[in-house]
C-alpha cells in the first residue's frame, strides 16, 4: 500500500508539472491572441462612438426642422426666422433651409454635412449629408 502512495504521488507531481508548463506557454499565446485582436476590438468601439453621433446629429436636425417648421407656420415669409429657428434649435450653423408651400401647408427641408475626424492621421471623412423635413398646416394668425 505504501508503494501504491508513492507512485500515486509521484504521478500527481509529473502532472501538476506538466500542467504548470502549459499554463505558462498559455499566458504568452493569450497575449499574443489579444495584441492580434486589439486593433479589431478599437475599431468596432470608435465605429460604435461615430454612429452614436451621427444619430445625435440626426436627431438634432429632426428637433431643428420641427422648430423651423413651427415659426414657418406662423410666418411662411419670413425665411430669417425660419432659419434662425432651425440653427437654435439644431445647434448646426452651416445648415441648407429650403421651404415650400402647398396650398395651406408648408414644408421645411434641412440639410447638413457632417465629417468624421481621423484622429491619428490628421484627416477627416465628409459623409453624406443629413437631412430632414417637416410638414405643418400654416396657422391663421391676427390677419
Excluded at 486589439?38 to 444619430?55: D, E, H, K, M, T
Excluded at 436627431?59 to 411662411?76: C, D, T
Aim: aromatic share 8%; proline share 3%; glycine share 4%.
Amino acid at each position: 500500500m505504501a508503494t501504491c502512495l508513492t507512485k500515486s504521488s509521484t504521478t500527481s507531481w509529473v502532472a501538476r508539472s506538466h500542467l504548470a508548463k502549459r499554463q505558462s506557454t498559455e499566458r504568452g499565446q493569450a497575449a499574443v491572441e489579444f495584441a492580434l485582436i486589439l486593433p479589431f476590438f478599437v475599431l468596432a468601439i470608435a465605429s460604435l462612438l461615430y454612429a452614436a453621433l451621427l444619430i445625435r446629429d440626426q436627431l438634432a436636425l429632426w428637433h431643428g426642422a420641427y422648430a423651423g417648421a413651427y415659426a414657418a407656420s406662423l410666418e411662411p415669409t419670413n425665411h430669417d426666422a425660419i432659419r434662425q429657428a432651425v440653427v437654435s434649435e439644431s445647434g448646426f450653423s452651416s445648415v441648407t433651409v429650403v421651404t415650400t408651400q402647398n396650398d395651406r401647408y408648408i414644408t421645411v427641408q434641412v440639410t447638413t454635412a457632417r465629417t468624421i475626424p481621423l484622429l491619428l492621421l490628421n484627416q477627416s471623412i465628409r459623409l453624406f449629408p443629413l437631412h430632414a423635413d417637416v410638414t405643418m398646416h400654416v396657422q391663421d394668425v391676427g390677419g
